[in-house]
């Protein structure tokens, strides 16, 4: 990691604006202080309860998918008030949610190769989730993030680039302009789902907790259906967190719109080329 470029700025000082150009040029942001010492501790008395699986490439990084409907504070945090301002901000009033996981990044973890999690024509891997054109993947940490343990990577603006390097079926050992991301617990990044990004290794002497969320916008739906979801979780969830879980395959589409199309709107502030200046 000698020589990495740490982006350790203060991140309370972005305003909205700033906080949208990031994400949207740079591909990620981190968004500070968001769990309170209480709620980390709630939700690191849930996690510990959690039956995980290794992945493939180490025994020391073990995850659990789909953990949406277990309840409690993990369930909770899908409707963080603080972000789901903001992303309503960034990505219309109409949020769905993709998927839910946990990730422990365990003292001897190899870090996580430079990789997208958006894939347009699907993947193994992903499946057809990661094929939404727009998705914002949401990492709350739930343990400190050192340069010794596991902290975030990215390869900023690598969403945007068009060269055949870019291929989002790519996978990297590693980046010359890879950027590290140290954050507190109860920080969370963002990442748009397209970005190359990853984590370092974890040479240190505890594990790094972590919770994903994945969201995107109505109209932004899988090339091919993907799981409904479970109608017993559905009933379960609290109301502040139901309007979240809508059918992930919903699309806001007009395959037929013509050029002239009636009652054509004359402004759009989502997107207004000011939204950076706000």
Partial sequence: MDGTRVDDRDWSALTLGEQIRQIEVE?????PNLLSP???ARLKAE??????????????????SNIQFLGGAITELAAH???????????????????YGYARSEPGH?????????????????????????????LYYLDNLTPEISPFRVVPRSHLCMHADANPYKRYESHPEEVMVP?????????????????YPNTGDRPREMLAIAYRPAWASPIKDVPPWDEAGLTKLPDSVRPLYADRNTR????????KPPNMASEAPGMNPSRWID
């Avoid at 589409?253 to 013509?258: A, K, Q, V, Y």
């Fill in 47 to 64: 996690t510990a309860k959690l039956e995980t699986s290794a992945v493939d490439y180490s025994v020391h990084q073990r995850g659990r």
């Fill in 110 to 138: 190899p870090g996580i190769s430079l990789h997208t999690d958006g894939q347009p024509y699907g993947s193994q891997i992903f499946g057809y989730e990661g094929s939404v054109p727009v998705m914002v993947r949401v």
């Fill in 252 to 259: 806001h589409w007009d395959f037929h719109g013509g050029n």
């Fill in 38 to 40: 209480n709620q980390i």
């Fill in 81 to 99: 008030p603080a972000t789901l301002s903001f992303l309503r901000r960034l990505l219309g009033d109409e949020v769905v949610l993709m998927s």
């Fill in 27 to 31: 591909g990620y942001l981190l968004l």
């Fill in 183 to 199: 954050a507190k617990a109860g920080s969370a990044v963002m990442i748009n789902h397209r970005v190359f990004h990853g984590n």
